[in-house]
Nanobody
Framework: RVQLVESGGGMVEAGGSLRLSCTAS????????LGWFRRTPGKERERVSC????????AYADSVKGRFTISREKGENTLYLQMSSLKPEDTAMYYC????????????????????WGQGTQVTVSS
């Protein structure tokens, strides 16, 4: 069973940066499509970014495009989300997830196709 653990969240001022990490155990993530999602109280969970198996594609929500960068470190079995130029509206609980979807385009994999989820790490951006 794949277990995912996020870290790197915290409190930062607007315009600042954070790097989130998601470390896996129980399986190698190389064959998984991986995603970052976020949820704000009272709102539905939002897909932020994804990277496909084999790193064939990366994609971002319009709200974070140009500011966030997703990457994976295969040797460390870890997924990252580098977040820059943070805004108060980026405040949320951030979750990583893994999917065995065969879709070459990671954005084609819907939220319900993600099989494993972490517990989340809180990001708070103050104005």
């Amino acid at each position: 069973r794949v277990q995912l653990v996020e870290s790197g969240g915290g409190m930062v001022e607007a315009g600042g940066s954070l790097r989130l990490s998601c470390t896996a155990s129980g399986a190698t993530l190389d064959d998984y499509t991986l995603g970052w999602f976020r949820r704000t109280p009272g709102k539905e969970r939002e897909r932020v970014s994804c990277i496909s198996w084999g790193d064939k594609s990366k994609a971002y929500a319009d709200s974070v495009k140009g500011r966030f960068t997703i990457s994976r470190e295969k040797g460390e079995n870890t997924l990252y989300l580098q977040m820059s130029s943070l805004k108060p509206e980026d405040t949320a609980m951030y979750y990583c997830a893994a999917s065995l979807t065969g879709e070459p385009s990671c954005w084609a994999a819907m939220e319900n196709e993600y099989d494993y989820w972490g517990q989340g790490t809180q990001v708070t951006v103050s104005s």
